[in-house]
Every structure is written in C-alpha cells, then in structure tokens.
C-alpha cells in the first residue's frame, strides 16, 4: 500500500494501462495517485540535411566556402539513409533547393557526406541577412545587459560550419563556423558576463577555473551558441579533431537521450549512441519554483572541488530540489515476503514530482517507525534482490565476476514484463543517490558511462569481454590477410542453448571483414556490444534514473567518483588482494616476496579506504575484487 500525504492536486492519465497497478493506493485527503505508462519504443529514420558542423578534416579543401564557376558555394553534410548502395542516387534538401546525390562507392547507410552546392540569390539574401549582424569591422568588445559581445577572426583551415576553440575571458569555448563564413573573417558570438573576466575589475574566478573533464583524449568544453556541455577532442596542433572516420585509439560515441514526450508520469524516450559533438548536456538547473537553481559557474566551481567536497555540494543541491514534508511525503507499507512486487507496482505509479518527496517506509506486520534505518534496509534488500542474477535481469560479466551487466536475453527469461523492472531499478537507483542511500550491486563501467554521458572507447570492450577485444586486435595485426579469416559483419548469440545471427550492418552476412572495411567492423560491433545488445533495457534503466536526477547534476562526477557514491567505499581485503595479484617481468618469480612488491604493498596498506578504492579501480576497473 502507498499512502501519500500533501496538497490536493489532480492527475492525468495519459491511456496506457500496463504497468502495474496498486488498487489499495491510498491518500489521507482524497489525493487520486493515478499509474501511467508510455508506449514501447520505436526507431524512426529522418534524411535530414543540414549545413556542415563537424565532418571535415581540418584544411581539407572540399568543405571551403567559395567561388566555383562565377558563383558561391555553400557545404552540406548529408547522412546516407538506410537502403542505399554504393553508386545509387537519393534526393536532399539543401538550402532552396532539391539536390540529387550519388553514394560512393566505399560508402554505407548511416555515413555522414559532405556536399558542396552553389548558392543562389534567394539564398544569399537568406544568408545574408542572417549575418548582418555577425560580422563587423570593429576590433572592440562590446557589452549588454546580461552577456558580452567577443569577436574572433576564423582561423586559417576552418571550413564553413567546422567547430574551433578558443579561449574568451579566460574560458575555453567551443564556436561554430557560419555556414557562409571563410577563414579570415570576423565573427561575434556573446557569452553571460558571469563566465568571463571583467576588463574594469577583478578577474572572474570562474575564469581561473578549466573544466578538468579530460579522460582519454576527450575534454569537456562550453559551447558558445547555446551554452551547453559538449565533448571535444583536439589535434596535435591545438585544433578540434574533426575526422569522420572510426580510429580504435581515438573515436568515441556517447549515449544521447532523446526524450518524445513530458508526461509527468513515466517520459518515453529513445537512448542512442551518437558521435561525441552531439551528446550535450545543458549546464543549468532549474528549481521547483522554475528559476535557476544551478548555473554553469556553479557546476565548474564544484567540479574542481575534493571527493567529499563534490558530494556534499551534491547533496546540498538534491537537498534544495526536494520537496518539503509539508508539502508532500509518501508512505510504503509493504510486505517483506513480496517486497519487490510491491514497491514496483507503487514507485512505477508515482509521478515525477512524488519520486523528489520525502519517502518512509512501513513493514506490514511489523512494529517500527521509519527514522531512517527502516529506508536503508528498504533501498538495500530491493537493489539486492533486483541484481540477483538468479532473476535473469542481470548477468556476472565475463571479465570480473563481481560486476554485473544487463541481460540481453531478460525478456525470456523474466516471465513478467522485463522492461518495466528496468524502467523501475532505474528510479531506485536514481531515488537512492537523490535521498543518499547505497545500493547493492556493482554495475559494469560503461553502464556508469552511459549515466553520465561519458565517451565510449574501444578499449571499454576489454572491460566486458576481453577474449574478443584482444581478438579484434589481432585482427588489426593481420593487415590485408584479414580477408582470408571469412569474417563477416555478424555476430553469434546464444541465448538458451539456442544460437542466433545478429547482423551489425544491413545486410552484414554478405558483407567480408577485410582491411579497408575492419574500422567499420569494430566500430559496428562496439556500439552493439556497448548499447545495441541491449538498447531496449538500457533505455528504461536511464529514462528511470534520469525521472529522479537532473542530468547536469552528475557533470561534476567521473564514472569511478559515481560508483564510488552510488555504492559505497568497499571493504577490502589487502591480503586476497595480494594473493590474487599478477605479477610479471622480473617479479614473475618472487612474486609478492620481491623487495619492490613488499614495498608497494606496504605503502598501499597504509591508504584510506577511498584510496585502495580508487586504486583498485585504477588496475582492474571496478572498486571490487
């Protein structure tokens, strides 16, 4: 039974009557607490075209705006839609016009073009409205009210539409190069006074401070046209990495969550991998009452800050979104012998707004007021009993036990509707950070990933199925011999005892792995094994934890501070850690007996907990042995 305490308001549902219900749901002064669900997911294809942002290589000559044949040229970038082969034809967009492009032959749907098409004069007064106001001779900043005016001059090989950094006031900032613009021309854009330095005053503290958001190449920048958090990686020469095609060392997709509708019961969205300039996160938040509650200084001031110094400004924040017991709090009176059944059906039926309310728990049957240890057992025994591999939702992963990773094959074997235990671990993962509760069970590091948007690498793959990563870095080995292995773009899953075909690309079993298609092959099977091997769980279990959590809130953390807080510090035993440590090269034969090795494990014995922690994640990925 929940019992629900507050103001009187109404709710709405929305027709969907899948989730489970609780029919004893109950309130103290007549508040209706309806359940809502949402329609299951779907994928849908747009053959957009839009001007170029980041698909060409710096200096390349075919993305300059320029003359070509007495008229001007504006570049587009295109993304080949599904069905189309090499050599074939499909029809565009570009500005005023309607454009026939022909496939390369070396290409595949999905893969991002660039064409160039002469502007006509519609469109160049179009265009040239646009930017009357972007271009100016004066070398002077200008102020306004709220923001300040810089001007730059594009810098030698950015093409139209190509992103540069630069640091204005002291922030590194991400632009865009206009569409019709050229190397050499001036451009404006205007950031808020509070980001950048004051030429009449002190220097802006946030000035001082970069976002030290830097891990394996990618870092996290501020884009200037909209304010938003978007990871960048730069060149040798200080310049924004632009290249379009997979690199195993360097490429990287992020988890985008496109959310299709704002129904304040359940949201229905669609997770997607998508290259890392297209994965941004707004760096504000909001409050109950509709004001700014956090702001972008706020979220770099903290970043900078200590562990604890992050959590407890963590907390503080979640402190001030929830909302107040007077206004609302929620009673659970479940029973322990149907925990689980009981606290989804009533945390699926709660709205947004009751997942930030103030949460106590009754046991039926039992004596007992929740001050806070009736919660902990609550948030502990449910994650438990969630992450029991014995209930088919999650599975031990290969390369540490002690992890677990989602179930590709949940749907056979949990009976009852897999989804919506994903759509409800989710919101108790997400209530359990927002109301500073543990959970029990260790997640694999790249579902932490997902959670805050971080970039997914190849090397991640090591992390959940070593045999395979290393395989696939023998094939990178082999060069132009890879042909003969009989490679195709498939993979094998065996589900049950039974196995099954997965294609990586349309049509993958006509398709050979050799040297000059094995990129696309890795870069295919990793957004397989890192989402698409389980999109559909993946995708309830973020909606979920994102009903509780805003977003932005989480840019301060990395993924091993966020298993660390979500989790717990471990306990660790240093004696099983010695004994079950590899050692090679010349400790090989001595082992743990070797001076240097005694020497380390003395100085490791003498860490904190929070140290060993971060230790042992730094070796093996995970804080558990």
Known sequence: MLTMFGRKKSSKENGHDKIPRRQDSSSSDGTEHRNSGSSRSYKSWAAGLKPSKSSASRG??????GASDGGDMVTYSVQIPPNVKPGEEFQVKAGSKVVRVR??????????????????????????????????????????TDSQIFEVIVPKGVQPGQPFALLAGGVRVLVTCPSNATPGQKIRFELPKALVNRADGPKSKLAEIKLSYDKD???????????????????HQGGVDTRTRFDTDRSAYVRKIQFLDDNDHMRFGRVSLVTPDKGVV????????????????????????CYDDKIQWFQNTCAQLCT???DGHIIFNVRRDNLLIDSMASVLSMSIHDLRKVWRFNFIGEEGIDAGGLAKEWFELVTEECFDPLRGLWQPCATNQMCLQINPASE??????????????????????????????????HLYKHILGWPIMFND??????????????????????????????????????????????????????????????????????????????NELLLGFFDVIPEPLLTIFDFQELELLMCG???????????????????????????????FWEVVSEFDHEMKARLLQFVTGESVL
């Open 569 to 599: 510090l471990p306990e660790i035993d240093m004696q099983d850690w010695i004994n079950n440590t590899e050692y090679s090269g010349e400790f090989e034969i001595r082992g743990p007996n070797h001076q240097a090795c005694r020497w």
């Open 217 to 235: 190449g990618w870092t996290r920048t501020i884009r200037a046209t909209d304010m938003k958090f978007q990871w960048t990686r730069f060149d």
């Open 60 to 65: 390349a000559s075919s993305g300059s705006a």
């Open 461 to 538: 793959l090591k992390d959940v199925d070593e045999a395979y990563y290393n395989s696939l870095k023998g094939l990178k080995d082999m060069g132009a011999d890879v042909q003969y292995v009989g490679v195709d773009f498939t993979v094998v899953e065996e589900v049950l005892g039974v196995k099954k075909t997965v294609e990586l690309i349309p049509n993958g079993a006509n398709v050979n792995v050799t040297e000059e298609n094995l990129p696309e092959y890795i870069e295919a099977y990793l957004k397989y094994r890192m989402l698409g091997r389980c999109e559909n769980q993946t």
């Open 412 to 445: 056979i074997s949990c009976s009852e509707d897999h989804l919506y235990y994903f759509r409800f671990i989710g919101r108790i993962l997400g209530k359990a950070l927002f109301d500073r509760q543990l959970v029990k069970g260790h997640m694999v590091k």
């Open 103 to 144: 496939a390369p032959q070396d290409c595949k749907p999905g893969q991002v073009l660039q064409i160039c098409v002469p502007v006509d004069d519609k469109d160049k007064e179009k265009a040239g409205a646009k930017m009357q106001d972007a271009f100016s001779d004066s070398e002077n900043v200008t102020s306004k």
């Open 282 to 305: 707004d760096s504000s938040v909001k409050g109950m009452n509709g004001e700014e509650l956090v702001s972008y200084s706020d979220i770099a001031s903290a970043q900078m800050k």
């Open 324 to 326: 107040k017991w007077s």
